[in-house]
């Protein structure tokens, strides 16, 4: 039994009234009836039937220290010519549709219950793949102004399903967003490093051991500045755990 199939019988009796979040289907009765997979027109639902968990795009083998997908798993040239700031790195999937789909209507259309059946799909990948609990979750944070026009903390809302299955502390207020930066979308890697340098500040003592969390790692820039912050204020071990990989 793969982790899609662990996930949809942990989750089943959470959402076994409702229709599917991407085909509309009715997950009372496993319908299969796709009204349109990865289309514009999504279904109203939060949770995922069978078929259509089955149709996200799994990352598979990759870059234990980036996620950079591989054809087998190791460490990519650039993370051993110049590691990155933080140890580990995992992401569930590539960032394509229909799994892209889901994290936009996510982030930027207001869905905010998809963050529970998507932290439950990170969730159990993490769980499938054995990984080291850390003393302490952290998401990665929003600027206050970026977060009032929001409303919400994306990064936060998938972290919350994690930590409570994982049974690892949460802590929101431990990372902090010390300035409004740009969006990241039309930067390329260059200008990315340098939109999010010095970014972050940590308040207080990061633990020894903590994990990073984040809806999609695209050049890592992000999770790179946010992880040489925590490093800073004491973290020993760092892993960054994202919902997808983008940009390979």
């Given at each position: 039994?793969?982790?899609?199939?662990?996930?949809?019988?942990?989750?089943?009796?959470?959402?076994?009234?409702?229709?599917?979040?991407?085909?509309?289907?009715?997950?009372?009765?496993?319908?299969?009836?796709?009204?349109?997979?990865?289309?514009?027109?999504?279904?109203?639902?939060?949770?995922?039937?069978?078929?259509?968990?089955?149709?996200?795009?799994?990352?598979?083998?990759?870059?234990?220290?980036?996620?950079?997908?591989?054809?087998?798993?190791?460490?990519?040239?650039?993370?051993?010519?110049?590691p990155p700031f933080h140890d580990a790195a995992l992401a569930a999937f590539h960032y394509e549709s229909p799994l892209s789909d889901l994290l936009i209507d996510l982030k930027?259309?207001?869905?905010?219950?998809?963050?529970?059946?998507?932290?439950?799909?990170?969730?159990?990948?993490?769980?499938?793949?054995?990984?080291?609990?850390?003393?302490?979750?952290?998401?990665?944070?929003?600027?206050?102004?970026?977060?009032?026009?929001?409303?919400?903390?994306?990064?936060?809302?998938?972290?919350?399903?994690?930590?409570?299955?994982?049974?690892?502390?949460?802590?929101?207020?431990?990372?902090?967003?010390?300035?409004?930066?740009?969006?990241?979308?039309?930067?390329?890697?260059q200008a990315r490093r340098r939109n999010v340098r010095g970014a972050f500040g940590v308040q207080g003592i990061a633990p020894a051991s903590i994990a990073i969390v984040d809806?999609?790692?695209?050049?890592?820039?992000?999770?790179?500045?946010?992880?040489?912050?925590?490093?800073?204020?004491?973290?020993?071990?760092?892993?960054?755990?994202?919902?997808?990989?983008?940009?390979?």
């Amino acid at each position: 039994m793969d982790w899609l199939q662990k996930v949809y019988n942990w989750s089943a009796t959470r959402h076994f009234l409702g229709t599917c979040a991407l085909c509309g289907g009715d997950l009372g009765i496993g319908s299969a009836d796709a009204i349109s997979v990865g289309g514009q027109r999504h279904g109203s639902g939060t949770a995922l039937c069978p078929g259509c968990r089955a149709d996200l795009p799994d990352l598979g083998p990759a870059c234990g220290r980036c996620a950079t997908p591989l054809p087998f798993p190791g460490t990519c040239g650039p993370c051993l010519r110049r590691p990155p700031f933080h140890d580990a790195a995992l992401a569930a999937f590539h960032y394509e549709s229909p799994l892209s789909d889901l994290l936009i209507d996510l982030k930027f259309h207001g869905r905010l219950a998809l963050a529970r059946t998507l932290g439950e799909l990170l969730a159990a990948r993490l769980e499938e793949a054995d990984v080291a609990r850390p003393g302490l979750i952290v998401p990665v944070p929003l600027h206050p102004q970026r977060l009032r026009e929001r409303g919400y903390n994306q990064a936060l809302e998938l972290a919350r399903p994690v930590a409570r299955r994982l049974g690892v502390p949460l802590a929101p207020e431990l990372g902090v967003r010390l300035r409004a930066t740009a969006s990241q979308a039309n930067l390329d890697p260059q200008a990315r490093r340098r939109n999010v340098r010095g970014a972050f500040g940590v308040q207080g003592i990061a633990p020894a051991s903590i994990a990073i969390v984040d809806d999609v790692i695209t050049t890592g820039s992000t999770v790179a500045a946010f992880a040489k912050a925590l490093r800073r204020a004491g973290a020993r071990h760092i892993q960054v755990w994202a919902m997808a990989r983008a940009g390979h």
